[in-house]
């Protein structure tokens, strides 16, 4: 199975200003044949389910406000948050949908500072 | 509008059986791949299992912990998907949420709202 590292595991963050999250696979998640990354970013607030913001590694799900962005390729993937809102506070999660056993990173908890 | 509908959670002794299902509504059933997705309390997502569509071959993938428990079938002229958990552990306590997924040629990804699975005795 592909691991999943997300860094930090909590990350305490102004408003207005960025927040960042890393995710690092342990192997690629680029697939050569079509040049995508099969890496999402998921936002999770309590009592809810999971909410998609991120899929292909950068694009943006319909509706999900501009200041989150993904970036990234092969093994090392990061979420921008450009300017963070107090909505924002939740847990996020890195997942990779490219091989035949999909898994999650352990996720990341952001706070305002 | 969208319904991902899951039912059949509650509390199980360990050793026992529980069949989860999840009702879908409001989008194309039959072209998408079915997830199974579990949260322990206070933990992190767990992925636990996928069926693909019958387009792309219907056959069911399980993570490690739950491979030869857990079965994962779908009934298209239901719209719903099914997890069978046989021989039930204590570490199988989680919220299970059921999440559809079609990757091409949109990206469209929905989650129930989950139900909750209990093993205690």
């Known amino acids: 199975d592909i691991v999943m590292t997300q860094s930090p595991d909590s990350l305490a963050v102004s408003l207005g200003e960025r927040a960042t999250i890393n995710c690092k696979s342990s192997q690629s998640v680029l697939y050569s044949s079509n040049n995508k990354n099969y890496l999402a970013w998921y936002q999770q607030k309590p009592r809810q389910p999971p909410k998609l913001l991120i899929y292909?590694?950068?694009a943006r799900e319909s509706g999900v406000p501009d200041r989150f962005s993904g970036s990234g390729s092969g093994t090392d993937f990061t979420l921008t948050i450009s300017s963070l809102q107090a909505e924002d506070v939740a847990v996020y999660y890195c997942?990779?949908?490219?091989?035949?056993?999909?898994?999650f990173g352990q996720g990341t908890r952001l706070e305002i500072k | 509008e969208v319904h991902l509908v899951e039912s059949g959670g509650g509390l199980v002794k360990p050793g026992g059986s529980l069949r989860l299902s999840c009702a879908a509504s409001?989008?194309?059933?039959?072209?998408?791949?079915m997830i199974w997705v579990r949260q322990a309390p206070g933990k992190g997502l767990q992925w636990v299992g996928r069926?693909?569509?019958?387009?792309?071959?219907?056959?069911?993938d399980y993570a490690a912990p739950v491979k030869g428990r857990f079965t994962i079938s779908r009934d298209d002229s239901e719209d719903t998907v099914y997890l069978q958990m046989n021989s039930l552990e204590s570490d199988d306590t989680a919220v299970y949420y059921c999440?559809?997924?079609?990757?091409?040629?949109?990206?469209?990804?929905?989650w129930g709202q989950g139900t909750l699975v209990t093993v205690s005795s």
């Open positions: 409001g989008f194309s059933f039959s072209h998408a791949w």
């Open positions: 292909w590694a950068s």
């Open positions: 999440q559809s997924s079609i990757h091409e040629p949109l990206f469209v990804d929905y």
């Open positions: 069926i693909k569509s019958k387009t792309d071959g219907g056959t069911a």
């Open positions: 997942h990779q949908y490219y091989t035949t056993q999909w898994t």
